[in-house]
């Protein structure tokens, strides 16, 4: 396939883009480094319009075809933003960034996106306009709403938009996809239990303030096993128990307890907010204590729309000769806000065995890269034919 062998003769340069963007790992919004250096190689590569700035920290690209005779346009989307953790790998190119490391594959993300926009760059061989978008703070920023809000889709006329993700455990160049809710609702909670606190000595004289938020922790699970119909998805996740003293012989008066939710509908979604605030309040009522609960919805259900999802998996197919179905998964994806505002479909790309995401000793496989990249461009090939 011309656009799978253009592709392995990229890689060496496409894989020098990915080691630099891992030596040199921004958290959040602080993309400063890896956005200008996406923007200089997007200028470099003749896109005919580059912005930056947009959602804080993102770049965008746009990329006309040999003609615009369909008027359609395209959004390619790749994330560009570190963990704050430490990597624990003997990588030659290892993170130099104490505390900051690569341990998502956004830096390949992004190296990938950058070796379509260079192709597609060149040989224009579409109808229509492709806009590559290059996003900050994925991990928990929200950068792909920031970048929504500052009117992104209308600014660009985008009317389709795309994702990737690279998928440990997935052979290596493999796909896998599903249509509709792909990735969880994402809410984040913290609950102060207020009780009396005292002498370990005189229990009788408190109000237990351990013994009530560990029973808020066990009746949090009667969310997922007695409310929530067993056929929908939910986790419900006490993360952490902090008490307001570590003495051996005193009873605290403050428990802290914080944690998340994760859904896949908006309906399970309601449901758990309003089932979780009644158990914590009547829980800690029964045990002479008051509970301060504050709830934060996070990022949405990432749902991918039918019609692009079928086309998505055709397009894997002539990559890959396979597309398999991709299982839901309980993670958070703020791509789930640019599939909010236009159609669109998010995939996974196979990053083989090893270590998962999010783990010290996660690595990137740069093999992966060519068929990533492939799948980028015949998106944009694929749905605007060139005339």
Same mark, same amino acid.
């Given at each position: 396939?011309?656009?799978?062998?253009?592709?392995?003769?990229?890689?060496?340069?496409?894989?020098?883009?990915?080691?630099?963007?891992?030596?040199?790992?921004?958290?959040?919004?602080?993309?400063?480094?890896?956005?200008?250096?996406?923007?200089?190689?997007?200028?470099?590569?003749?896109?005919?319009?580059?912005?930056?700035?947009?959602?804080? &920290?993102?770049?965008?690209?746009?990329?006309?075809?040999?003609?615009? $005779?369909?008027?359609?346009?395209?959004?390619?989307?790749?994330?560009?933003?570190?963990?704050?953790?430490?990597?624990?790998?003997?990588?030659?190119?290892?993170?130099?960034?104490?505390?900051?490391?690569?341990?998502?594959?956004?830096?390949?993300?992004?190296?990938?996106?950058?070796?379509?926009?260079?192709?597609?760059?060149?040989?224009?061989?579409?109808?229509?306009?492709?806009?590559?978008?290059?996003?900050?703070?994925?991990?928990?920023?929200?950068?792909?709403?920031?970048?929504?809000?500052?009117?992104?889709?209308?600014?660009?006329?985008?009317?389709?938009?795309? !994702?990737?993700?690279?998928?440990?455990?997935?052979?290596?160049?493999?796909?896998?996809?599903?249509?509709?809710?792909?990735? $969880?609702?994402?809410? #984040?909670?913290?609950?102060?239990?207020?009780?009396?606190?005292?002498?370990?000595?005189?229990?009788?004289?408190?109000?237990?303030?351990?013994?009530?938020?560990?029973?808020?922790?066990?009746?949090?699970?009667?969310?997922?096993?007695?409310?929530?119909?067993?056929?929908?998805?939910?986790?419900?996740?006490?993360?952490?128990?902090? &008490?307001?003293? @570590? $003495?051996?012989?005193?009873?605290?008066? &403050?428990?802290?307890?914080?944690?998340?939710?994760?859904?896949?509908?908006?309906?399970?979604?309601?449901?758990?907010?309003?089932?979780?605030?009644?158990?914590?309040?009547?829980?800690?009522?029964?045990?002479?204590?008051?509970?301060?609960?504050?709830?934060?919805?996070?990022?949405?259900?990432?749902?991918?729309?039918?019609?692009?999802?079928?086309?998505?998996?055709?397009?894997?197919?002539?990559?890959? !000769?396979?597309?398999?179905?991709?299982?839901?998964?309980?993670?958070? @994806?703020?791509?789930?806000?640019? #599939?909010?505002?236009?159609?669109?479909?998010?995939?996974?790309?196979?990053?083989?065995?090893? $270590?998962?995401?999010?783990?010290?000793?996660?690595?990137?496989?740069?093999?992966?890269?060519?068929?990533?990249?492939?799948?980028?461009?015949?998106?944009?090939?694929?749905?605007?034919?060139?005339?």
């Amino acid at each position: 396939m011309p656009i799978k062998n253009r592709f392995a003769d990229m890689l060496p340069e496409i894989t020098a883009w990915r080691h630099d963007f891992h030596q040199h790992p921004e958290i959040l919004f602080e993309t400063h480094r890896t956005s200008a250096i996406v923007a200089e190689k997007l200028r470099e590569f003749g896109c005919d319009e580059v912005v930056t700035g947009i959602g804080r &920290t993102g770049v965008v690209g746009v990329i006309n075809g040999k003609s615009d $005779a369909s008027g359609k346009v395209i959004g390619l989307r790749a994330d560009m933003d570190a963990l704050p953790m430490q990597e624990q790998t003997d990588l030659p190119y290892k993170s130099k960034v104490d505390g900051a490391m690569h341990a998502c594959g956004h830096d390949g993300h992004t190296a990938m996106l950058l070796g379509a926009a260079k192709y597609l760059s060149e040989t224009r061989n579409f109808d229509g306009k492709a806009v590559v978008i290059f996003q900050p703070a994925e991990e928990g920023g929200g950068g792909g709403r920031e970048m929504c809000e500052d009117g992104m889709m209308d600014r660009f006329g985008i009317q389709e938009v795309y !994702g990737m993700h690279n998928w440990p455990d997935l052979p290596v160049g493999q796909f896998a996809i599903r249509p509709g809710a792909f990735f $969880a609702a994402t809410d #984040l909670f913290d609950i102060i239990i207020e009780g009396r606190g005292g002498h370990a000595a005189k229990p009788h004289l408190t109000r237990d303030t351990t013994v009530a938020a560990s029973h808020v922790v066990v009746a949090l699970q009667t969310i997922a096993a007695r409310i929530v119909s067993p056929i929908d998805q939910i986790v419900v996740s006490v993360t952490s128990f902090r &008490t307001s003293s @570590e $003495a051996f012989n005193v009873i605290p008066q &403050t428990v802290h307890l914080r944690g998340t939710v994760r859904t896949l509908s908006d309906d399970v979604r309601d449901l758990v907010e309003q089932s979780l605030r009644e158990i914590v309040t009547g829980t800690a009522t029964a045990h002479g204590a008051t509970a301060d609960i504050d709830y934060r919805r996070g990022y949405p259900v990432m749902v991918n729309s039918e019609e692009q999802t079928a086309f998505a998996a055709e397009v894997a197919k002539s990559v890959a !000769g396979d597309c398999a179905t991709a299982n839901q998964t309980m993670g958070g @994806e703020d791509f789930s806000y640019m #599939l909010q505002e236009r159609p669109g479909a998010y995939i996974f790309v196979g990053n083989g065995e090893g $270590a998962d995401v999010h783990h010290p000793e996660y690595v990137f496989k740069d093999e992966t890269m060519p068929a990533g990249c492939s799948w980028w461009a015949e998106i944009v090939e694929k749905r605007m034919p060139a005339r």
